[in-house]
């Protein structure tokens, strides 16, 4: 698969999955539980590890700066599909700000795990 094509198909999975267990797991989070608040991170982070370890396996140098490219592209992914669903005048509005947030800050979590699996990877060569 092309490494562009890879890394963009991998980019929506990393929105998708968290997506879809957040669907599922909906009800703890107009219930009030914070258990929701700490499923979707712990999903997200497994997501990010997997599919970070899978573009970033056959690389034979340059994890460092490939980590920090999937990352951002990863990150740009979630942001703007978020803010597609997220933002008026669709139906689950949310401001900016309470967007950035409740959900936005999180996906900064995507190019800390990436760089690091990339520099960690670096260092090892």
Same mark, same amino acid.
């Given at each position: 698969?092309?490494? %562009? /094509? =890879?890394?963009?198909?991998? &980019?929506?999975?990393?929105?998708? @999955?968290?997506?879809? *267990?957040?669907? #599922? ?29 899978? %573009? /970033? =396996?056959?690389?034979?140098? &340059?994890?460092?700066?490939?980590? @920090?490219?999937?990352? *951002?592209?990863? #990150? ?50």
């Amino acid at each position: 698969m092309n490494k %562009y /094509l =890879k890394m963009i198909f991998f &980019g929506l999975l990393v929105w998708l @999955v968290p997506f879809v *267990v957040s669907f #599922f797991i909906y009800p703890l989070k107009t219930a009030g539980n914070p258990l929701f608040e700490s499923i979707m991170p712990v999903t997200l982070t497994v997501i990010v590890v997997a599919l970070a370890y899978l %573009y /970033l =396996k056959n690389l034979e140098t &340059g994890y460092t700066k490939e980590g @920090v490219m999937i990352g *951002v592209i990863w #990150f740009v992914i979630s942001i703007a599909i978020d803010l597609v669903m997220f933002l008026p005048p669709n139906p689950m509005q949310m401001t900016l700000k309470n967007y950035m947030m409740d959900v936005g800050i999180t996906y900064l979590m995507i190019p800390i795990i990436t760089f690091g699996m990339g520099y960690l990877l670096d260092s090892k060569v």
